[in-house]
């Protein structure tokens, strides 16, 4: 066989496999038998073996996974990937169709879909060929894992028409493959995942996409994000439409025009959830038309056009054996209870956070007590009520500690406050979790140090403070319990990669008391320099936006402590940057405030450049028109957002309009 009959024959195999891959895992309905697909797979393998110049990239033999990735590469959004609001009962479902109404007109329709419980991503596929996938992330800027949404077979690496457009799906695990992965885990020794959402997210986040391939992922599409190309007009129609183009598109529940069909079909599904073959957390209700959604538009988190139903938590009963106490970063005592391991929405528990002195002392909570237990949000664990009359007496009281539990200092209670306080800065639990703090993900991102190495750094003398973990060798690293050369040193470079974070990171990672993340950025972007935060007054700090009074307080006093200060002139010994790392110091009046929508193919710029350039001049970048959108920046072969911003009066730029803009 020559070249040329080699190329036709891979061609013809692959896209008969694609076939049968489509007809076996999204249609469940396979049209070969296991062994002849087999064969079909087999003649594949040898040919590209014979003739590797002709392997190609979306061939379904790349689904066992690629090559480790050492790090995911930040993907910014072209279109921003929102959550969507909670709606708790029925009236909650009223006020939604209120609102609607109230904007879009009485002639609305409404589609109800399963809210799936696992991992949202978004994908992009070129000329129908599958390019790149990301998760969620923040919303606007996610992680580029391609390489492991590959390995999902029930993603289609080429579409049945050769367009553009972005998706957006959730990856997840079905209820009867997550039992046999936990089965396959205890069989092998490993330590089981607690639910199925935490499997997938866990799956998808693998560095090496081998171990991905391994695990028993799936995908619903649910949204159709953006297209370059002539799209229906209705939010179901665009599901069937990626239905055609071989997608696996989230099921419909219903569609009407009557809120009272949604609240009562969203009753009928809190028991009936059990039933479904996939763990589903609620329902998702959303305004049918795209044109209405439009006019709806977006908060800066969330859509207006949807709502997700969320299910009432499942309730389960048990006993707390035990009130046990932990210290946080901040010194906050915080009571937990231990009671016996019960399983609640799909995952066992054994234990719940008691808040505060008042809550255990408002519901009356005593050692021995029989309990009624559920996970908020299907997530976190929680007491919702003491069963009094289940007492028999033996039941003890808790009395809150007067010292703290790990370092023996004396506690505190603010007035005015509910959290009762370690006084000792130096308490060794909350250097603990500071430094676990420090090294998060959304902090300084330290990958490889994780609480059970900070433990043995702390306990060894090696560390003190996060300053120190910049002064780590090779060779004290090797003497921790079960550490190699490989671990020690992809440590070493994680630490190393930490001192360009920027300030808004590292302000994060201070672990200041009321500041969180979006604070720390705030701060960043109005101040530019740590000098210039330390040395400003109360009055400074509340004139900016989103910066209140108790924040105010809390950002001056940390910069007031002379412990504070001292860390942060060592980290700046340590090579640790605290100046902001943006660009944005060019804000310009056509752009302050101004939102714009970008389509179609730009000349000069990529549209992660463009976007760029807008929010470095004090613009944002909206993913849909709407009528707040200030600009319509568009370029070559502009699609459905043209039409939309023509429709609405929108002010529409070409890309030589946009450099005028500039200078």
């Not at 589609?111 to 390019?131: A, M, N, P, W």
């Not at 957002?641 to 529409?652: D, N």
């Amino acid at each position: 066989m020559n070249i040329e009959q080699a190329k036709k024959r891979m061609d013809e195999l692959i896209t008969e496999i694609d076939k049968h891959n489509y007809n076996y895992y999204v249609l469940d309905m396979p049209t070969v038998s296991d062994a002849e697909f087999d064969m079909l797979m087999g003649e594949l393998i040898r040919l590209e073996n014979e003739f590797p110049q002709l392997k190609r990239a979306d061939s379904p033999t790349q689904r066992v996974g690629g090559k480790a990735s050492k790090v995911f590469a930040p993907v910014v959004h072209d279109v921003p990937m929102l959550s969507l609001n909670n709606a708790f009962n029925e009236t909650d479902l009223l006020e939604f169709d209120r609102r609607v109404r109230e904007t879009a007109g009485n002639d609305v329709e409404y589609i109800l879909e399963y809210k799936i419980d696992g991992l949202s991503v978004s994908l992009e596929y070129r000329q129908g060929v599958f390019v790149r996938g990301a998760t969620r992330g923040d919303g606007i800027t996610g992680e580029d894992v391609t390489n492991n949404l590959r390995t999902i077979k029930t993603l289609p690496y080429r579409l049945k028409q050769p367009i553009d457009l972005l998706v957006r799906g959730e990856v997840f695990i079905s209820k009867d493959a997550f039992a046999s992965l936990n089965e396959q885990r205890e069989a092998e020794g490993l330590p089981l995942f607690a639910n199925s959402r935490n499997a997938a997210a866990g799956s998808l986040r693998q560095l090496d996409p081998k171990i991905t391939a391994s695990r028993p992922l799936d995908i619903f599409i649910f949204n159709l994000q953006d297209a370059k190309a002539p799209i229906p007009e209705t939010h179901s129609d665009c599901l069937h439409f990626l239905e055609e183009l071989g997608l696996k598109v989230s099921p419909l529940l219903l569609k009407t025009r009557s809120i009272e069909d949604i609240i009562r079909t969203c009753e009928e599904w809190i028991p009936k959830r059990y039933d479904l073959s996939f763990d589903i957390d609620g329902l998702v209700i959303k305004v049918n038309s795209l044109r209405q959604r439009e006019i709806l538009g977006n908060t800066a988190k969330s859509p207006r056009w949807a709502i997700a139903y969320k299910f009432p938590a499942e309730r389960k009963t048990t006993i707390i054996e035990d009130i046990v106490i932990q210290v946080g970063r901040t010194g906050i005592l915080t009571p937990t209870a231990v009671f016996q391991p019960t399983l609640v929405a799909g995952s066992i528990i054994s234990r719940a956070v008691l808040h505060n002195e008042d809550f255990i002392k408002e519901k009356d909570i005593r050692i021995g007590d029989t309990v009624v237990i559920h996970k908020a949000g299907d997530v976190i664990p929680e007491v919702v009520e003491v069963l009094k009359e289940k007492r028999t007496g033996k039941e003890k009281p808790f009395v809150f500690p007067d010292r703290c539990p790990a370092c023996g200092s004396k506690v505190l209670r603010i007035e005015g406050e509910a959290a009762i306080r370690c006084t000792d800065n130096s308490c060794p639990a909350q250097r603990k979790r500071l430094l676990e703090h420090y090294v998060s993900r959304d902090a300084m991102d330290i990958d490889w140090l994780g609480p059970a190495i900070i433990a043995q750094l702390l306990d060894s003398g090696l560390i003190n403070d996060a300053a120190d973990l910049y002064h780590l060798t090779l060779e004290q690293l090797l003497t921790l319990e079960r550490m190699g050369p490989k671990l020690a040193e992809n440590i070493l470079n994680a630490i190393n990669e930490s001192k360009d974070r920027g300030l808004d990171r590292v302000l994060f990672a201070l672990g200041i008391r009321l500041v969180g993340s979006k604070a720390a950025r705030t701060l960043a972007e109005h101040f530019h320099d740590i000098d210039n935060i330390i040395n400003a007054s109360k009055a400074e700090l509340t004139a900016i936006y989103e910066i209140g009074d108790k924040m105010a307080e809390s950002i001056t006093a940390f910069f007031k402590d002379e412990q504070n200060l001292a860390l942060i002139e060592k980290l700046k010994k340590a090579g640790v940057k605290f100046a902001y790392a943006s660009k944005n110091t060019t804000v310009s009046e056509a752009f302050r405030g101004k939102t714009f929508v970008l389509t179609g193919t730009l000349d000069k710029y990529t549209r992660d450049e463009a976007k760029a350039i807008i929010e470095e001049r004090g613009g944002r970048v909206s993913g849909s028109v709407s009528k707040k959108t200030d600009y319509v920046l568009a370029g070559e072969n502009a699609g459905s957002k043209l039409a939309k911003a023509k429709e609405l009066g929108i002010t529409i730029i070409s890309e030589e309009d946009f450099e005028n803009m500039l200078a």
